[in-house]
């Protein structure tokens, strides 16, 4: 389990694997990629087709479409706990540094 200050998925990549499950909380300023919506269609002009899908910010919940998950718990603490999962969401890279060896 991560806090928000570290980059969580860069560490699932690094425990892929791994018998692991890697759960963080991830900070609300955090701009994420959606996959390209599938199949392609090239424009009359050509063109290469695109690496990322839209933007997903945490911020802008109308950005964020229908979860793939949803689980809601009432916890005698903090009342109403809800989680929230999307499937092939991925970050927005500000450098390469850290990824220098991926291939993907």
């Given at each position: 389990?991560?806090?928000?200050?570290?980059d969580v998925p860069r560490m699932s990549r690094l425990l892929a694997g791994l018998p692991v499950e890697v759960l963080g909380r991830m900070r609300t300023n955090r701009?994420?990629?959606?996959?390209?919506?599938a199949p392609w269609i090239s424009?009359?002009?050509?063109?290469?087709?695109?690496?990322?899908?839209?933007?997903f910010r945490f911020a802008k919940p109308e950005t964020c479409?229908?979860?793939?998950?949803?689980?809601?718990?009432?916890?005698?603490?903090?009342g109403t706990a809800?989680?929230?999962?999307?499937?092939?969401?991925?970050?927005?890279?500000?450098?390469?540094?850290?990824?220098m060896d991926h291939a993907g």
């Open positions: 389990m991560f806090d928000a200050g570290y701009v994420m990629r959606k996959a390209v919506p424009p009359p002009r050509g063109g290469r087709p695109p690496k990322h899908g839209k933007e479409g229908e979860p793939a998950a949803v689980s809601t718990q009432v916890t005698d603490r903090y809800r989680a929230m999962a999307w499937d092939r969401i991925h970050p927005r890279l500000t450098t390469r540094s850290a990824r």
